[in-house]
């Protein structure tokens, strides 16, 4: 009797996927979740704005309690019913799935226009991640010569000794993509804008290249946002973010999520994601379901503060060079007005200095901080050449344009005049 109990469960696991019950109870678009209860709390006017599902979306009220916070459900472990009823509630495990952390997923997914995400412990687990769910050894990936250094430096000192190959190539041209294809090419890996030096990649013409030959498209969207710009929406398979930078934006915790466009898709990283331990707290994920509430704020002061440092840079005597997507100066303003919404361009920027670079580092005051993260409401500066690009081999650095001069800020909500002075007084001390 046992034995057959414990076999009709197990076929109903299999049934569809490692993750049936689980898949069906937790998805984002799926009809069982917890939130579907009838309340006055689920009456929404259609159709809201994405500030609005920023704030809302994804989050129900405690079913219970009514708390319009999502409980922190520091479990490790869920109690099952009955053998019959396993995943009945669409947990088990936390290492699967948390409630806390399948909130944040389900709010991810819903701001970035995907079918469901998997929240990680960082944005490079979130990268570690995609390559480990859609490459093996012997495929082929043509990726962007200019990524987040970390990104760099995972391919050529992990994948490639496991038997993978990458083509790192120019992407805001597509035809060099397209150039790059192989017959064993499983994955084109953009990032845009680049980080550091603010190269874009035109997502709708890449991903229509992807689609021709058969092949995933993931973007590594982290500087854009999805405030800024849904990869998803310009024909992407998959999404990138390092939650740590603006859905984060205070500093406080880290994270990363990687959003699939498809139920197939996302079967596949939450399966990777399941084997590897790759998971979030509880505590951080709550803290990221309010932080994030804030992200269409934060970026608007971030991008108005941006464009006029960069005017101000621009003209500046001792900068040779300031590059934001928002100048016209851009190479590729175009793109950037055509790809970027609501005219908005983020709040990175960089610039090349006349003079020694370390020395700014060393004699800029506050409210500039040293350090480096980004994304966050402190404005943080940072000489990338000896610090967030360092683990990139000197000849690829100077390929793409990251100078020994190359400085990269990150404006914070501060008053955009008390920045440009503080920079100003540092600049003429050079």
Known sequence: MLTQKLARSLTARRASSPYMRYLNSSCSNGDKVARAFSSKAHNWIPDVSLDTDIVHGGVVPDEKTGAILTPVYMSTTFVQESVDQYLAKGFSYSRTSNPTVKMLEEKVAKIENGYDSICVSTGMAAT??????????????????????????????Q??????????????????????????????????????????????????IAQRHKILHVCDSTFATPYICRPLDHGCDLTIQSLTKYYDGLNIGTGGALVAKTPELYERIKLVQNMHGNIMSPMTAFLMLQTMKTMGLRIKQQSDSAMQIATFLESHPKVSRAVYPGLASHPQKELADRQHRNGLHGGMLWFDVKGDPIKLMDTIKRPW????????????????????????????????GITDGFIRISVGIEDPKDLIRALDDALNGL
């Open 369 to 400: 901080t040293l350090c480096e993260n980004l994304g966050a409401t402190e404005s943080i500066i940072t000489a990338c050449a000896v610090m967030t690009h360092a683990n990139m081999l000197r000849e690829d650095r100077m390929k793409v």
């Open 159 to 208: 994948f490639i000794p496991l038997g993978m190959s990458f083509s790192f190539v120019d992407f805001s041209d597509p035809k060099n993509v397209e150039e790059a294809i192989q017959p064993n090419t499983k994955l084109i890996f953009s990032e845009s804008p680049t980080n550091p030096t603010l190269t874009l990649a035109d997502l709708d013409a890449i991903s229509e």
């Open 128 to 157: 570690a991640s995609c390559i480990n769910a859609f490459m093996n050894a012997g495929d082929h990936c043509v990726i962007t010569n200019c990524s987040y250094g970390g990104t760099n430096r995972i391919c050529r000192e």
